[in-house]
């Protein structure tokens, strides 16, 4: 997957006002999305014009253009202050989902971009200036939230936030219940918010363990199985 020229922006992302769209020719789109980040400009800031003079302070020795999500690694390498995260935006079904996560933290510079996509199959990255706003749709929260750039989570209050970032993405060490504690039992109590389906679907897969020659093995596939339960009689 990769982005290249200009292409208009989606009329739902655009109604959100929450991108800038470089209206660039050539197939640095990427580049002008990172540096539009970077220095920021208050007019005009879709004029490519506005960035093609600090194409200089990015290191892009070995990178090819079109942009690849695969070499986003190696710009990053190449770019000590700048991380990135990609999202995929779908214009038809209405979701965003990532397509690549940054594993770098706390660098000067980070960089939030959305990839778009014509009728053509052509891509086109935009800077994300508004992850309140991208994901506004969310949440039932009147006003800006603060959003985790990892997994698009809202959070409302600063505290909460701040106390998510210290665990996203991150493995977290299980904590067994002891008697010195008073609280002992993990319980489900807000029912409340459940909501019903009509049915569920259960499934899974059986592998077989095979030698892989090198002192360890492989999961072969073997089987699967998938089952419905109806919650009604409907």
Same mark, same amino acid.
């Given at each position: 997957i990769e982005g290249s020229s200009y292409i208009k922006t989606p009329k739902?992302?655009?109604?959100?006002?929450c991108t800038i769209n470089v209206k660039n020719k050539d197939k640095l789109c990427f580049l002008y999305a990172i540096l539009a980040q970077i220095y920021t400009v208050k007019r005009n800031p879709q004029r490519v014009k506005q960035y093609k003079k600090y194409l200089s302070t990015l290191n892009t020795q070995g990178l090819q253009f079109p942009m690849t999500i695969k070499q986003v690694p190696k710009?990053?390498? @190449?770019?000590?202050?700048?991380?990135?995260?990609?999202?995929?935006? $779908?214009?038809?079904?209405?979701?965003?989902?990532p397509l690549r996560v940054t594993t770098q933290r706390n660098r000067e510079h980070h960089v939030n971009l959305?990839?778009?996509?014509?009728?053509?199959? $052509?891509?086109?990255? @935009? @800077?994300?200036?508004? @992850?309140?706003?991208?994901?506004?749709?969310?949440?039932?929260?009147?006003g800006k939230t603060l959003v985790c750039p990892y997994c698009l989570s809202c959070h409302e209050l600063k505290t909460a936030f701040l106390e998510h970032q210290k665990m996203c993405t991150t493995l977290q060490?299980?904590?067994w219940p002891t008697e010195e504690k008073n609280n002992t039992t993990c319980q489900f109590k807000k029912h409340f918010k459940k909501l019903?389906?009509?049915?569920?679907?259960?499934?899974?897969?059986e592998c077989l363990l095979v030698p892989s020659g090198n002192g360890g093995s492989k999961h072969i596939p073997c089987g699967?199985?998938?089952?419905?339960?109806?919650t009604d009689s409907s």
């Open positions: 739902t992302l655009s109604n959100k006002g710009f990053e390498e @190449l770019n000590p202050t700048i991380s990135c995260n990609i999202y995929y935006f $779908d214009d038809e079904e209405k979701y965003i989902a959305i990839l778009i996509t014509n009728d053509n199959g $052509d891509g086109h990255y @935009l @800077l994300i200036s508004s @992850l309140s706003r991208l994901v506004a749709h969310r949440t039932k929260h009147v060490a299980v904590e019903p389906v009509h049915f569920s679907i259960y499934a899974d897969f699967y199985a998938a089952i419905r339960v109806a």
